[in-house]
């Protein structure tokens, strides 16, 4: 594939950059019989962009994509488009609402992480350019499509990028499971960063040094370990929550 | 295999199991070399409980299990120690908290708001006998072993149970994403039963109608539907967070 092109594949990524507009579509096949539900829409949506469709078998998607995990539909698109970190800050106005991700690998978890984002009304997510998940293909399925309208900025170095937005105003929440301020009894209302840390390390002291404060999702029982997407839900949400409550937008 | 004996594999489900010491353990295979971090634990736990731990290589093991996910621990243990649905209800005291699943299929979905449910303090999780995921190997799996320290009431008929809940003086709060509740704003710190719908068609119209109110839990943005798991993390922890502020126990 040439430079700054990269592939998608699934239903929702594909039909979620189409509705997005932000990516450019060079190639788009669909196996119809495989697409479901949301193939009318596809065609349509395609079709007011100017985007030629090409009908293919599932087998030929499936040796392009390399997997059948495609559910009939593939694109080679424009290369994923990226946020600057300023451009998420003032997209947030008078309290942004922003999400911090460090070093967070698995695919899987990083799209299940900006699905549920998007849904909480967050204004962006910072990922380290490297130790993260990229906004793959894989992440794009994983999220359900909500990468391809989430604002991602990629920057070279989080602690920097941490100074940047307390410079901006905002208070640096870290989480961690050996934090030990009280999810449910901070103040989580104004402008706010939420750093959250890798699947099995948490986060990075360096990263951890620059925290305003540490949260703890309160656990109880014998197992005591959420699933780092599921713990990123409950902080966000509670964020929400207290957005509501305090009149801002969420 | 025997009667009454189901397998297990993972390092977790097993080792969960082992601790909580609710299932007769018939063989015990290892594959030392695989385990990683927990195997000291399992050999003694096993040892504890007079289990003998059998050295296997890790192709015995993926030729026992049928695939490769075993991670270098499989045994073959009695059935899942199912609870009464009067045993959960009396172990919630003056306050019982209590999840309803009408039809989660997926035993990936089931085993994370299990995993979800233990760290939330729940005091168990009712299930009907038809069209749920059972709480099998894969489920214990995706519930990273929280499913062996579980209460799960498996009931003929969610109609009738949600009446017996009734009577027994909870409240019965749907989810569903056409909820009119508002989740943040309603009371729920009391006796409650939460039930959730399956992943793709919500609760079904006979569950919903025994439900006092029907919940959703608020999105934003252009996707707006959280992952049935996520969704189901969000609606629990706010009892959790309504619990702890009204002085109930988690």
């Not at 019989?33 to 949506?45: P, S, T």
């Not at 392009?64 to 451009?87: C, I, M, T």
């Not at 299940?112 to 293909?137: E, M, N, Y």
């Not at 989430?150 to 941490?162: D, E, G, M």
Request: hydrophobic share 45%; charged share 20%; proline share 6%.
């Amino acid at each position: 594939m040439a430079k700054n092109t990269t592939d998608l594949w699934g239903v929702h990524p594909v039909a979620e950059a189409l509705r997005a507009g932000r990516r450019k579509f060079f190639t788009l096949c669909l196996a119809p019989e495989k697409v479901g539900g949301r193939r009318e829409e596809i065609y349509a949506l395609a079709n007011q962009a100017g985007i030629v469709v090409e009908n293919c078998s599932p087998q030929q998607l499936t040796s392009k994509v390399g997997h059948n995990r495609h559910q009939g539909v593939w694109a080679a698109v424009g290369a994923y488009p990226f946020s600057r970190l300023d451009e998420i800050i003032a997209a947030g106005k008078q309290a942004p609402f922003i999400l911090v991700l460090d070093q967070i690998v698995d695919p899987h978890n990083f799209g299940a992480i900006v699905r549920t984002a998007q849904c909480a009304g967050l204004h962006g997510i910072v990922i380290p350019k490297d130790r993260s998940a990229p906004p793959s293909a894989a992440a794009s399925k994983a999220s359900a499509g909500a990468l391809e309208h989430a604002h991602v900025a990629c920057v070279p170095n989080l602690s920097n990028t941490i100074k940047q937005l307390k410079a901006s105003g905002l208070w640096i929440a870290g989480a961690d499971r050996q934090g030990q301020a009280d999810l449910f009894g901070s103040d989580l209302s104004g402008p706010l960063a939420l750093v959250i840390g890798g699947e099995e390390k948490g986060l990075r002291p360096l990263v951890k040094k620059h925290c305003d404060y540490i949260l703890a999702v309160p656990q109880v029982g014998p197992i005591g370990s959420l699933n780092a997407s599921v713990a990123a839900a409950v902080l966000m949400y509670e964020v929400f929550r207290q957005r509501v409550a305090a009149n801002q937008s969420p």
